[in-house]
């Protein structure tokens, strides 16, 4: 059963397609017919009872394969200076090779964006981790390569800059993986203070604040789908409220980086 799931999620069985005969199956992973017969009626009676449950599931297990494949195509460029992704059609077909279901129109190019910026920070959160970290003396060299390695990430990103209703109704927009690292290293100051803590109002997808310590940081977001990309990436706390309004009273903070909308 789960095999077959699988099969299904990765798209190596498209949807809508006829499945192996009972005895097919059987063949395929040596069982017996009858073996082969209660595989179906269990896969059927899961679909009747837990579709839904089911098929969230899925759709977020494609969506992380494809944010996990697009960060290893991203470190593999960084090598080879490459841009492995020259445009939406090619975003699409990864999509659709990971299992996510793709619309042909572009109904889906928003979500595609959203789990690009999630797959970039993952992978800018990854250059800072394998940094040295420095001594006070070493602080601009440091800051100067790790600069030099974002703003290539950055220019390998593929150009996509689709506008839905309500990205222009909440006034979406990414800020650039450069000026965030020059944000978070001005934040932070001429050292790396042990116990720096920084908020986030408006996070997005959390691109502003990949330069710091994700454990240090509360980041605040009201869009459901950059909340379900931020609560993966570890960080200290995950609010959703409008950010016009006061945070805890009696929460310190060392630093509030925004890019306000």
Request: charged letters at 30%.
């Amino acid at each position: 059963i789960e095999d077959i799931k699988r099969r299904i999620i990765i798209g190596e069985i498209k949807l809508g397609e006829k499945l192996p005969s009972t005895r097919e199956l059987a063949v395929q992973y040596t069982v017996n017919p009858n073996t082969a017969a209660r595989i179906y009626n269990e896969l059927e009676a899961i679909a009747r009872l837990n579709g839904a449950d089911l098929s969230e599931k899925d759709r977020k297990m494609a969506e992380r394969k494809f944010v996990d494949n697009l960060s290893a195509a991203f470190n593999a460029a960084l090598e080879t200076d490459e841009k492995p992704y020259a445009s939406i059609t090619a975003l699409r077909k990864a999509a659709r090779e990971a299992g996510m279901e793709v619309g042909e129109n572009g109904e889906t190019d928003i979500k595609i964006q959203e789990l690009v910026e999630d797959a970039l920070v993952s992978v800018a959160r990854g250059i800072m981790r394998q940094a040295r970290i420095p001594g006070q003396r070493e602080i601009h060299k440091f800051r100067k390569e790790t600069f030099e390695k974002i703003k290539l990430l950055y220019n390998l990103q593929p150009t996509i800059s689709m506008r839905s209703s309500n990205r222009v109704a909440l006034q979406q927009y990414s800020t650039p993986l450069p000026m965030a690292f020059v944000a978070d290293m001005f934040a932070t100051g001429k050292i790396m203070r042990m116990f720096f803590s920084a908020l986030e109002p408006t996070a997005g997808n959390g691109m502003l604040v990949f330069g710091i310590d994700a454990k240090r940081v509360h980041v605040n977001e009201i869009d459901e789908n950059r909340l379900e990309n931020l609560r993966g990436q570890g960080f200290k706390e995950v609010t959703s409220q409008d950010a016009t309004q006061p945070f805890k009273q009696d929460q310190y903070y060392d630093a509030i980086i925004t890019n306000p909308p």
